[in-house]
């Protein structure tokens, strides 16, 4: 069983269009994450969701809009696609929002922007 | 907030020789310092970690040492293997905004020549 899955693992879309991937973790966690990893392998969060609540938002466009239906899940809507928005997005999850909690990390969606 | 560097950026030994990878750190507040692997087109995985109590941790060829007054931790690699070769990131928790998030070192491109 896969903890952290995300989908779609490969998106290709035009400019300005609208996409969102997929995150669901089985670990019983309450934390979860996204973040983004750009093409020279630096990892920034993006935002932190404890208990289906916003925690961690940090400089990120309003186009990026976080959305978690429950604590299982985090999904990511992106509108009017940039080609600065190519990276890979990893979602990730913890047990708490502690200052000593281990986070593991789906297998990241690639988003190419053309 | 947190600021982690981390050094090299690119790693080359031969087969059997060991690794070792640096990172500092700023927030001395910070308690918890995980380190990640992440092969080609996969997401991070926790590989090892060590919390501000102790000051050295092994597990098999792979071990952590922290030094919490010069705020610099390191990974130890031994007797590498090919399989070793991937992207290590070094990380620590630190709190901002009266939250806690990971932030990342740069990573470093470890090769492991056979």
Known sequence: DTAVSQTPKYLVTQMGNDKSIKCEQNLGHDTMYWYKQDSKKFLKIMFSYNNKELIINETVPNRFSPKSPDKAHLN???????????????CASSQDQGPDTEAFFGQGTRLTVV | ?????????????????????????????????????????????????????????????????????????????????????AVYFCAAIGSGAGSYQLTFGKGTKLSVIP
Not at chain 2, 24 to 48: C, H, M, R, V
């Open chain 1, 76 to 90: 990511l809507h992106i509108n009017s696609l940039e080609l600065g928005d190519s990276a890979v997005y990893f």
């Open chain 2, 1 to 85: 907030g947190e600021n982690v560097e981390q050094h090299p950026s690119t790693l080359s030994v031969q087969e059997g020789d060991s690794a070792v990878i640096k990172c500092t750190y700023s927030d001395s507040a910070s308690n918890y310092f995980p380190w990640y692997k992440q092969e080609l087109g996969k997401g991070p995985q926790l590989i090892i970690d060590i919390r501000s109590n102790v000051g050295e941790k092994k597990d098999q060829r792979i071990a952590v040492t922290l030094n919490k007054t010069a705020k610099h931790f390191s990974l130890h690699i031994t007797e590498t293997q090919p399989e070793d070769s």
